[in-house]
C-alpha cells in the first residue's frame, strides 16, 4: 500500500513539473493574453462608470427639479394661508410632504451614485496603473527573453565554430604529418637512388681496369710491398 501511494504521488509530481514545463513554455503567450482579458475588464469598468455617472447626472437634475418644486409649492401653501384658504393650504401642504418624501429618496439615489462613481473611478486608476506596471515589466521580460536567445545563438554557433576550427586544425596536422612521412620517403629513395648510381660507376671503373678490384689478392700484396719498401711497418 505504502509503495503505490509512494508511485502515485510519483506520478502527481510529474504531472505537475510538465505542467510547469509547458507554463513556462509558453510564459510570454500567457502573459500577454493576460494582459489583453485586463484591458478588456478596464474598458467595460470604463463602460460602466460611464453609465453610471450619466445616472447621477440625470438623479441630480431630477433632484434639482424636485427641490424646484418643493419651494415652488411651499410658496403656494403660504399664500395659501396668507388668503386664510386654510384648506387649500393643507392640500398644497399634503403636495409638500410628498415632494420632501421624493427628495430624500432621490437624495440617497444621488448619494449612491456618487459613491459607486468615486469608487469606480479609483478602482479603474489602479487597474491603470496596475496594467501599465504589468505592460512595462512584459516588454523588459521580452527584451530580456531576445537578449538571452541571441546570446544562446552566438554561443551555439561560436561553441559550433570552435569545433569546426579545431577538427579543421587535427585535419591540418594530419596533413602535415603525411607530407612529412612522404618526404621522409622520397629523400630515402633518392639516397638509395644515389648509392646504386655509386655502385654501377665504381664497378664501370673497376670494369675498365682503371679502380681496383675489390678483393684482388695482387693490389693488396703491391701496396704491402710499398709499404715495406718505404720503411713501414704494415698496420
Known amino acids: 500500500m505504502a509503495v503505490w501511494n509512494k508511485l502515485v504521488t510519483a506520478l502527481r509530481g510529474a504531472a505537475h513539473e510538465a505542467g510547469e514545463a509547458v507554463t513556462d513554455s509558453q510564459a ?7 494582459i489583453r482579458d485586463s484591458d478588456n475588464d478596464l474598458n467595460k469598468s470604463r463602460e460602466a462608470l460611464a453609465e453610471i455617472m450619466s445616472k447621477q447626472k440625470l438623479a441630480a437634475s431630477k433632484l434639482q427639479t424636485t427641490q424646484s ?3 415652488e409649492y411651499e410658496g403656494y401653501a ?3 394661508l396668507d388668503t386664510g384658504d386654510e384648506a387649500l393650504a393643507l ?7 410628498l415632494l420632501e418624501a421624493q427628495q430624500s429618496e432621490e437624495q440617497e439615489q444621488l ?6 462613481v468615486e469608487q469606480l473611478r479609483a478602482a479603474i486608476q489602479t487597474a491603470q496603473t496596475n496594467i501599465r506596471r504589468l505592460k512595462q515589466q512584459a516588454d523588459t521580460v521580452k527584451a530580456t527573453e531576445s537578449v538571452q536567445r541571441a546570446q544562446a545563438t552566438v554561443a551555439g554557433r561560436y561553441t559550433g565554430s570552435q569545433s569546426r576550427v579545431q577538427t579543421a586544425l587535427d585535419s591540418l596536422e594530419r596533413i602535415k604529418q603525411k607530407q612529412a612521412e612522404r618526404g621522409a620517403r622520397l629523400q630515402s629513395a633518392a639516397e638509395l637512388a644515389q648509392d646504386g648510381a655509386e655502385d654501377a660507376l665504381d664497378a664501370k671503373l673497376r670494369a675498365a681496369g682503371i679502380a681496383p678490384q675489390a678483393g684482388d689478392a695482387r693490389t693488396v700484396l703491391e701496396r704491402l710491398k710499398a709499404q715495406r719498401a718505404g720503411g713501414d711497418k704494415p698496420a
Open 69 to 71: 418644486k418643493l419651494v
Open 78 to 80: 403660504v399664500k395659501a
Open 91 to 97: 392640500e398644497v401642504a399634503g403636495k409638500v410632504a
Open 111 to 116: 448619494q449612491a451614485f456618487t459613491l459607486s
Open 28 to 34: 510570454l503567450r500567457i502573459l500577454d493574453q493576460e
